[in-house]
């Protein structure tokens, strides 16, 4: 019965490399984000989408794409990874953007990225 | 741009209440949450706040003073299993959330 679900949890690659990062929802939610939390604990939004739309794009490198085939699914896909992207890599997602910053979130457990 | 700050670390006893302090600098917000994050897992959510006041879930209240920039979040009766990182964070346009740095509390005995 898990509510927001990632994978991989752990993910090790070398530089240079492109990976992928899968989030799913079965809350039914409209909305879903990427947050990254750097290694000083430091949680920041990177992307979001409403219904397939994309509704948040900060200030991330273009080397990051996010992908949602469908509401309940969001994609990560990092092209020539580098040293700086080791962080936790956090899906979120709410019931909606409709009460716009009032939308509780719920967050799925994170996937750890290391790149050597 | 907005500035959250919060105290880096805070440590109190078994029992006892603990409040953490979150002030802002913003242009505008709509919505002021509290999330908890144990070591090694995911945020969740704790509280939240749109009006000045207090709001209280069990153990747990938030207080918030939009002219005053501040906010903190309450914890009555303190548990072992407190011991994590309490964030403070705005909720803005686009339901976007910017979090504060957060603060790391340990419970002792």
């Known amino acids: 019965d898990t509510a927001v679900s990632q994978t991989p949890k752990y993910l090790v690659t070398q530089m240079g490399n492109d990976k992928s990062i899968k989030c799913e929802q079965n809350l039914g939610h409209d909305t879903m984000y990427w947050y990254k939390q750097d290694s000083k604990k430091f949680l920041k939004i990177m992307f979001s989408?409403?219904?397939?739309?994309?509704?948040i794009n900060e200030t991330v490198p273009n080397r990051f794409s996010p992908k949602s085939p469908d509401k309940a699914h969001l994609n990560l896909h990092i092209n020539s990874l580098e040293l700086g992207d080791s962080a936790v890599y956090f899906c979120?997602?709410?019931?909606?953007?409709?009460?716009?910053?009032?939308?509780?979130?719920?967050f799925g457990p994170g996937t750890r990225l290391l790149v050597l | 741009g907005q500035n959250i700050d919060q105290p880096t670390e805070m440590t109190a006893t078994e029992g006892a209440i603990v409040q953490i302090n979150c002030t802002y600098q913003t242009s505008g917000f709509n919505g002021l949450f509290w999330y908890q994050q144990h070591a090694g897992e995911a945020p969740t959510f704790l509280s939240y706040n749109v009006l000045d006041g207090l709001e209280e879930k069990g153990r747990f209240s938030s207080f918030l003073s939009r002219s005053k920039g501040y906010s903190y979040l309450l914890l009555k009766e303190l548990q072992m299993k407190d011991s994590a990182s309490y964030l403070c964070?705005?909720?803005?346009?686009?339901?976007?959330?910017?979090f504060g740095t957060g603060t790391q509390l340990k419970v002792e005995l």
């Open positions: 979120a997602s709410s019931q909606g953007a409709q009460r716009e910053g009032q939308e509780t979130q719920y």
């Open positions: 989408y409403n219904n397939k739309e994309l509704i």
């Open positions: 964070a705005l909720g803005g346009g686009g339901n976007k959330l910017t």
